[in-house]
């Protein structure tokens, strides 16, 4: 599973003990409602607890049925980073992830797709110990896999065929129609390592500006070298080709992602009066990426009362700077800024 076994370490033994399969990657820490929590997927559930209490070790499937807000916040972060590991976006108004969560499938081995049998079209999702799938658009008439086990014959999905589901909880009023992007999650994140220190005060100014970069991925690379002890820039917020949206310095704080440049008149010292957002660049620009910069942009400029105008490249301020963001879509993403 990508990850080093500790035979001394709660989250083993407990994993070992309660046959949770393999890890899906090494364990991370997390940082929610400002408190600090470990975490490691596995394949049946994922483990954690909060720091430093090591040996109160929890599982995600526990807060499955959560209705209190800071249960739900909790959960669908270790959901987020859970699906994440599996190459998957997790949805909370989706009826898969719903029903996944709720009958306890385990984690994501992929992220929702298409295919098509006959006349019919159906969405599937693989999950650990089975796949869900329903004919498009019936979306909250979700199936198992496994309901067709003891078909007489090959079985063909198709809504004549396949047996009746186990009853599904019952679903928002949301979860009838075609799944729409979630809401976006921002996630603190906390570097196993020494903090870096490449930020500073803003002496009392005020934040005008929203300036996008771009980093060649892969984004956990992005993020280490962002926090290590002799980094020389880092910015506030990191956003994942997956979508994933990383902060990792307050906005109270003047991040070194940008530089001197000029702007409104005068030259000025550009991390004083700006929030810096790197994304990460994989190739293209995937839609879940360029949707949770949109969101980011957004919620942000909502918070500082900002004008469409405020977000910028820094390659609009540093001319010599040509390409950052590299071979990003200005203009489309332009008319994402509300």
């Excluded at 049946?44 to 526990?62: A, E, F, G, H, I």
């Excluded at 999905?157 to 129609?177: G, H, M, N, Y």
């Excluded at 009392?204 to 962002?226: C, E, F, R, T, Y």
Aim: glycine share 6%; aromatic share 10%; proline share 7%.
């Amino acid at each position: 599973g990508g990850a080093t076994f500790h035979p001394d370490w709660a989250f083993h033994q407990f994993a070992l003990a309660s046959k949770l399969g393999p890890p899906l990657g090494e364990s991370a820490t997390i940082t929610i409602d400002g408190a600090q929590y470990a975490f490691q997927p596995f394949a049946l559930d994922t483990l954690y607890n909060k720091v430093p209490n090591w040996s109160d070790v929890r599982r995600l499937s526990q807060l499955a049925n959560s209705a209190d807000a800071p249960s739900v916040r909790l959960r669908d972060t270790l959901l987020t980073q859970t699906y994440a590991r599996g190459a998957a976006i997790y949805h909370p108004d989706w009826a898969f992830h719903q029903l996944a969560r709720t009958w306890n499938l385990g984690a994501a081995l992929s992220d929702s797709y298409r295919v098509a049998s006959g006349s019919a079209q159906y969405a599937i999702q693989v999950y650990a110990t089975d796949t869900l799938y329903n004919v498009i658009p019936n979306w909250a008439d979700v199936r198992r896999l496994s309901q067709l086990a003891n078909a007489p014959r090959p079985a063909v999905l198709s809504a004549r065929e396949a047996p009746a589901a186990a009853p599904a909880p019952k679903l928002p009023a949301s979860a009838q129609l075609e799944p729409a992007p979630a809401a976006f999650h921002i996630v603190q994140y906390s570097s196993p390592q020494a903090l870096a220190v490449a930020f500073g005060d803003r002496s009392g100014s005020k934040i005008n500006l929203l300036v996008l970069h771009s980093a060649p991925g892969p984004v956990a690379q992005i993020l280490a070298d962002m926090t290590a002890l002799d980094t020389q820039g880092m910015s506030h917020y990191v956003v994942a080709a997956d979508g994933a949206i990383y902060q990792l310095v307050s906005d109270d704080c003047a991040a070194w992602h940008a530089g001197m440049a000029d702007w409104n008149g005068r030259r000025q010292n550009i991390n004083r009066i700006s929030l810096g957002i790197t994304a990460e660049q994989a190739g293209n620009y995937p839609a879940a990426q360029l949707a949770a910069l949109a969101w980011l942009a957004n919620t942000l400029r909502a918070r500082y009362e900002l004008p469409a105008d405020a977000v910028l490249r820094w390659s609009d301020l540093a001319p010599d700077k040509p390409s950052d963001p590299d071979a990003f879509p200005w203009e489309a993403f332009r008319k994402r800024m509300k």
